[in-house]
């Protein structure tokens, strides 16, 4: 199982109108991001942590190797991921409240694939 896997589940989830597939499919852009995060920590030797705490570490060792190596692109993933992670928890535990618009979940899916193609 790669990251991009769960890119290519969320174009296709992205692409259908239905408020679950468009739910699932920010959780899969999430994912695919973060674990396309953890590789790159884990490339340069950088520990992550697991559980929960990973999903907050993540961006902030992000940061952290952007600003040792001045690298635009990783202070780039690490926002993404804050933003995802916010959309996801709505996407996941909030049901009840309306989601977001399918053509924005579009974009969202379109943007991350770009900067999958940046790594």
């Known amino acids: 199982m790669r990251p991009e896997d769960f890119l290519s589940l969320a174009r296709e989830l ?11 499919a ?4 999430y994912y ?26 993540v961006p902030a060792r992000l940061r952290e190797l952007a600003y ?19 959309l996801r928890v709505k996407a996941d535990y909030h049901i009840e409240r309306p989601f977001i618009s399918p053509e924005h979940v579009r974009q969202i899916v379109r943007r991350a694939i770009r900067l999958k193609e940046q790594v």
């Open 14 to 24: 992205a692409s259908r109108d239905d408020e679950a597939s468009l739910r699932t």
């Open 26 to 29: 920010i959780s899969r852009v």
């Open 32 to 57: 695919a991001l973060f674990h396309n995060a953890r590789l790159i920590l884990r490339s340069r030797h950088i520990r992550v942590p697991k559980g929960v705490s990973a999903h907050y570490e």
């Open 68 to 86: 040792d190596e001045n690298n635009f692109f990783y202070e780039a993933l690490a926002s993404e991921l804050d933003t995802l992670r916010t």
